[in-house]
């Protein structure tokens, strides 16, 4: 099969905006991941092509978002920050005013409008926008590091034209604001993997939230026990997301791959390596269906990096097919030295990992099972 028409959204304009830096969100990331592919030349093939976000029109931004709370924004970001906009959580701690926010969060989810737009025209079957990916932001909310949702507008753009649009969340923490988005309609299917909400922000995304009226059964959500590693992940994506996609049979992923799940992320407690995330990626691209991919968490920026990296390397075809087990790369996760190869080296996994892990996921495994399934005739 020839390579897909893969194009990676990126601008040297958006090295302009910075969060605070004590912040963790690390605007660097996407810069970085760019700098990697180019020097491998994932830049350059033939069937890639780069492409630079577009501020987004507030038309489409209040597909999703409250006049209200775009306003709000809009007057913080030009130094009018007042009670009523921290209401709507602009301007806390995990969601600070700084130079430029508007106008940063209006082109970085421009940026995923584009990667939808060039899918929905065909000029392109894969799009990565690793500046996107803010799935906390609610209609009239900021929250958890987001703004703007791109994720979910580009669910609605893209559901207006193609029927069943499949969003997958991969970040360690549950994709809330485009889970409720959808709550109630059939016509986008979320899927969230993420840690244990028990244990970290949100506080959502329990197995037992699946979805009301017209969308029950469409919205999925796999809560992981802290400590969960590669091949328990792996085991619950291929028990689970595997068997829904297939019955649901999109027109189109978007998919977040926020890469906070990986170890030895400084705000969050699974045990992933990378080649978890290349394994996803090869089962997605075996659907055969457009994807519109973007980044999201990941706050130890040398991992994430590497993940987005490595990502891009299987979108664009460089990495056809290698399995995990075959391809197991030799770079320490917490190594800043990097030599050439972008898959994590495995981890050992403890007894008291397959004591906790492996029976909570098989009870949410099974849960699922039994509530989500039916539904799909499965
Ligand atoms: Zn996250």
């Known amino acids: ?220 959500n796999v809560p992981l026990p802290v400590g969960t590693y590669d091949q328990v992940y792996l085991k619950a994506f291929e028990a689970i997301a595997l068997p829904l996609i297939k019955a649901y049979n999109p027109g189109v992923f978007v998919f977040e791959l926020g890469a906070d799940a990986l170890a030895g992320d400084p705000l969050a407690h699974l045990q992933l390596t990378n080649n978890v995330y290349a394994e996803i990626v090869h089962h997605l691209l075996a659907f055969n269906k457009p994807v519109v991919a973007t980044g999201g968490g990941g706050y130890n920026v040398d991992n994430t990096v590497r993940a987005w990296a490595l990502a891009w390397s299987i979108f664009c075809g460089a990495d056809a097919g290698q399995q995990m087990g075959q391809a197991i790369g030799g770079v320490l996760l917490e190594s800043t030295e990097w030599q050439g190869g972008l898959r994590d080296r495995a981890l050992a996994v403890s007894e008291s990992q397959l004591e906790t892990v492996v029976p909570a996921v098989e009870a949410t495994i099974e849960t699922i099972k039994s509530t989500v399934f039916p539904i799909h005739g499965l």
């Open 1 to 220: 099969m020839a390579a897909r028409k893969a194009i990676f959204i990126y601008s040297p304009e958006l090295e302009k905006y910075h969060y605070p830096p004590e912040h963790p969100f690390n605007t660097v990331r996407a810069k970085k991941a760019r700098e990697t592919i180019n020097s491998m030349g994932l830049l350059s093939r033939s069937n890639v092509r780069e492409v630079p976000p577009v501020p987004a029109d507030r038309i489409v931004l209040k597909k999703f978002h409250s006049a209200r709370y775009l306003h709000a924004l809009k007057s913080t970001s030009q130094g009018r920050w007042d009670a009523e906009a921290l209401e709507m959580g602009i301007g806390t701690q995990d969601c600070p005013v700084f130079p430029g926010l508007y106008e940063y969060a209006v082109l970085a989810v421009g940026g995923t409008l584009v990667a939808a737009k060039q899918i929905l025209a065909g000029d392109a079957e894969i799009a990565f926008n690793p500046s996107g990916g803010f799935h906390h932001a609610g209609p009239e909310r900021a929250s958890g590091f987001c703004y703007i949702n791109d994720v979910a507008l580009a669910c609605m753009v893209l559901a207006e034209r193609v029927k069943r649009v499949l969003y997958l969340d991969v970040d360690v923490h549950h994709g809330d604001g485009v889970a409720y988005a959808f709550y109630d309609r059939s016509d986008v299917m979320t899927i969230s993997f993420h840690q244990d909400p028990r244990t970290l922000f949100p506080g959502t995304g329990f197995a037992d939230e699946i979805g009301t009226g017209q969308g029950k059964g469409y919205c999925v």
